[in-house]
């Protein structure tokens, strides 16, 4: 019996929980984490002007982090722009054309595979952050006035 018994990554495991109890444990696994002070960062402002500031660990800062909206480069920053258009515009689509009586849901999916959009349909619940529409036909109508390639580009990440 012994350390020698573990696994790799049992042991690293091991080895970061001792030193997480030494009051030792470092963020440097952490893949999510808040700029260092004074680093150069990009937010969207109230009018969506894509604002620049540097990071200083202020409540605004903060404030900023907490909403995710604190973008390290103007690619970024005007990539979530972009998405967030294509997400309003979606739910304002299904919200015109849906019956108020809706009784299933229909909702868009990604075929990574074939890089072709599709629907599913859920009776009785729906995927977290899903728009849902009210019938097959509303989803190829939603897709086709917004655009497929903006949808797949921005909502799923592909292409």
Same mark, same amino acid.
């Given at each position: %019996?012994?350390?020698?018994?573990? !696994? $790799? ?6 080895? &970061? =929980?001792?030193?997480? %109890?030494? /009051? $030792?444990?470092?963020?440097?696994? +952490? ?6 002070? *004074?680093?150069?960062?990009? #937010? =969207?402002?109230?009018? *969506? ?8 660990? !202020?409540? #605004? @800062?903060?404030? &900023?982090? @907490?909403?995710?909206?604190?973008? =390290? !480069? ?7 722009? $972009? ?17 108020? !009586? ?6 868009? =999916? #990604?075929?990574? #595979? ?5 629907? @599913? %349909? ?9 728009? +849902? ?7 190829? @109508? ?5 655009? &497929? ?7 799923? /990440? /592909? /292409?």
């Amino acid at each position: %019996m012994g350390i020698k018994n573990l !696994t $790799e990554a049992e042991e690293k495991e091991f080895y &970061r =929980l001792v030193e997480k %109890m030494n /009051g $030792e444990e470092t963020d440097k696994d +952490v893949k999510v984490k808040k700029p260092e002070i *004074g680093t150069r960062y990009f #937010y =969207l402002d109230s009018v *969506g002007d894509i604002v620049n500031a540097v990071w200083d660990d !202020t409540e #605004y @800062d903060n404030a &900023r982090w @907490d909403l995710g909206n604190v973008f =390290l !480069t103007e690619k970024e920053i005007v990539f979530a722009i $972009e998405k967030r258009k294509v997400e309003v515009e979606l739910e304002r689509y299904a919200k015109e054309h849906n019956d108020p !009586t809706l009784e299933a849901s229909y909702f868009i =999916l #990604y075929d990574e #595979y074939n890089e072709e959009l599709d629907y @599913d %349909m859920l009776a009785d619940c729906r995927p977290q952050g899903a728009v +849902v529409f009210a019938s097959k036909q509303l989803v190829f @109508d939603a897709i086709e006035s917004i655009g &497929r390639d903006r949808i797949i580009k921005y909502i799923f /990440g /592909g /292409g």
